[in-house]
């Protein structure tokens, strides 16, 4: 899927998706939330709690490393992680992110930094689906804080709607993450490469999902862009490779 970040002169974008500015924020509609902060600065960590607090959300744990962001998330089940990029040393925000949806699928991710785009920091994994990028300089206007805090939520609500509707609520995390892959248009060489398994496990998932699809075209190439075409249909986005 496209990597649309968020610059200083542009407005802030879901993957894929464009924020409704003023649709709703925190001076015209109560919004609501169980809210998780990480960023390991203190000040940062303190200040954000009490705007996200101030715009009517939840904050249910503000943390400063990758090991307890999880460890809250696990305990406290926010609804969603406003994460900074650069967490020090170790893990990075992104990291985090990708391990955060791994142990709760549904929690949706906001990234506040100060870098322009977060391949700035160096060699970075792709950014997690309907996550969205702001700048710390943009929530000066704190409504569009809140209105990425909903955002994030309602989006994540509208794509496990349509995976129960479609019958992905049953695919594994691992399942998920071929399909993502196979969207992305690669192989499944490339595939067991970046998951770090053996192509025998994928060429295996891949006649799982095809069953559980109920993919019916006949050609293995056919096969392949219908899985891809649920990924999309689910995500409400578009993938590309990030070799």
């Not at 990234?111 to 160096?122: I, K, M, Q």
């Not at 990028?133 to 409504?143: G, I, N």
């Not at 594994?172 to 025998?200: F, H, K, P």
């Not at 075209?217 to 056919?222: D, G, H, I």
């Amino acid at each position: 899927m496209p990597a649309l970040w968020c610059w200083h002169h542009a407005p802030a974008l879901v993957w894929g998706i464009p924020r409704l500015r003023g649709a709703r924020s925190g001076h015209d509609a109560q919004v609501s939330g169980r809210v998780l902060i990480v960023d390991d600065d203190p000040f940062a960590r303190t200040m954000l709690s009490s705007v996200v607090q101030a715009l009517g959300f939840d904050v249910v744990d503000s943390v400063g490393s990758f090991a307890e962001g999880l460890a809250a998330a696990r305990g406290q089940v926010p609804q969603v992680a406003l994460l900074d990029l650069d967490l020090g040393e170790g893990p990075t925000g992104i990291d985090l992110a990708h391990a955060l949806r791994r142990a709760l699928p549904s929690i949706g991710i906001v990234f506040l930094s100060t870098y322009a785009d977060p391949r700035l920091l160096g060699s970075v994994p792709a950014l997690p689906s309907d996550s969205l990028y702001l700048t710390k300089q943009e929530v000066a206007d704190t409504s569009v804080l809140a209105d990425a805090l909903h955002a994030v939520q309602e989006t994540l609500d509208v794509a496990h709607s349509a995976a129960r509707e479609q019958g992905l609520a049953e695919l594994t995390d691992a399942q998920i993450d071929v399909m993502r892959l196979i969207a992305a248009g690669y192989s499944n060489a490339e595939i067991a490469r970046r998951l770090v398994i053996e192509e025998a496990s994928v060429e295996k998932a891949v006649m799982r999902l095809i069953r559980q699809l109920d993919v019916r075209a006949t050609r293995a190439e056919n096969q392949r862009v219908m899985i891809a075409q649920a990924y999309f249909a689910v995500s409400g986005t578009r993938v590309v490779r990030r070799d």
